[in-house]
């Protein structure tokens, strides 16, 4: 009976036994479980964080730009629309003086590189100051920008051109005069005059210039 008694008890305590282990077990691995499942848990929410906050960032910009483009897009009508451009020409007009507001802008600053088109302008300049002209030099760089038909920071490019012309003294002061208000920009560098007063040459270097169009793109980014 006493062996019996003595088997029985230390059976029941090595089921004990293993009860309390194979809980502690359990209860180690929920720990750890837990432990895991909030880290896991807190970076998904921190990260969820980060994407609503850059989510309302985007928006916020959005929205900004949004009104933005209205105010632009009302701006550019008010400047169109003048019953008199800003040269004081008619904005229907097809004179020197006329065309729209928006028009006069782009020919003062055009966006591309295109030389035959400075040339062209220069030589009516020069015609209707009753000018002979004996040549328009310069460099055509087209090949060359076509590269830089658009950028994000665009900067205005110069164009080197020079050019010699016949004529009087006054003809050739109200040339340089027209050049200096023409709507595109010219800077007269050099100026080389030989002759007589009504029977002069000139020899002109001057620069216009160009300004690639701005570009715009969408990017993504990346949460991290």
Known sequence: ?????SFTKRTMITEANKRVLIMTSVAAF??????VASKTLLGQIIYQDK??????QAKSRVDSDLDA??????????????PQNVLGGNPAGTGSQDGSNTKIVLDALPSTYDF??????????????????TSI????EELQQLSNQSNASP???AMPLSFTVNGSYQSIENLINIMEASIRPMQIQTVNL?????????????????????????????VQ
């Open 51 to 56: 994407v609503i906050s850059q989510e309302e």
């Open 194 to 222: 030989t002759g007589g007063e009504t029977d002069m040459t000139a020899n002109i270097s001057a620069e216009t210039y160009f300004q690639a169009q701005k570009s715009f793109s969408v990017t993504k980014q990346e």
């Open 137 to 140: 030099t310069g460099t055509d």
């Open 1 to 5: 009976m006493a062996r019996s008694t």
């Open 30 to 35: 929920l720990v750890v479980f837990c432990l």
């Open 69 to 82: 483009r209205t105010s632009l897009a009302n701006a550019y009508q008010a400047f169109t629309n003048t």
């Open 155 to 157: 900067q205005p490019v």
């Open 116 to 133: 035959p088109a400075v040339a062209t302008t220069l030589e009516a300049l020069i015609k209707s100051q009753g000018l002979q002209i």
